[in-house]
């Protein structure tokens, strides 16, 4: 075989190659009913085939949630609170693409966005208070990874917000940077890079 002819089939191979991670990447996305479902379910469940209830929040938890659907910048200990009440409610993590160094929407992003819009305007997630949380993987400085989730964040919220008219005081956005790892034995890992969507409550419930 010659040198070009060896070159010519490396080259079809990596194109192959790139087009079965994209597959798989896509076939990964979730649909609008998974992340219903992912939201609508407690973080535990009982002995018995029917799932338990999600617990309401607290009066002291209520009350902060709904002082954050009006902060625009959470601090960092509001992250921290957003960050621990949330280990209780039902989430899901949700792979929205972004190309490097960039938080603007990418037209790989906009089905799974599509989806997450169907999913938040169900009438099973009606009225729910839903916090965007931002991560990214471990490259680069905390400071840049820290601004750079919450832009990513804030850009979902804005998506939705523009595109489904989810009323902006139900959806809480910010950013946990490269902290909080979903694959710490692998932190440039692409699932690191993600938005966890989280059911905080409902409005009633956090109007309180």
Known sequence: MSFKSRRLSKTFALAFLALGALSQARAEDLSAQQIVDGLKSPKTRSLSASRTAIPPLSAQDAAFVQRMRTTRSLSSADRDQMATIAQQRPSVDVEIYFDYNSAAVTPRAEPQLKNLGQALTSSDLAGAVVMLGGHTDAKGGDTYNQGLSERRAATVKNYLVENYHIPADT??????????????????????????????????????
Do not use: W
């Open 171 to 208: 959806l809480i956005s910010t950013g946990y940077g490269k902290g909080g790892l979903k694959n710490p034995g692998d932190p440039f890992a692409a699932e690191n890079r993600r938005v966890q969507i989280v059911n905080m409550a409902s409005s009633a419930q956090a109007s309180k």
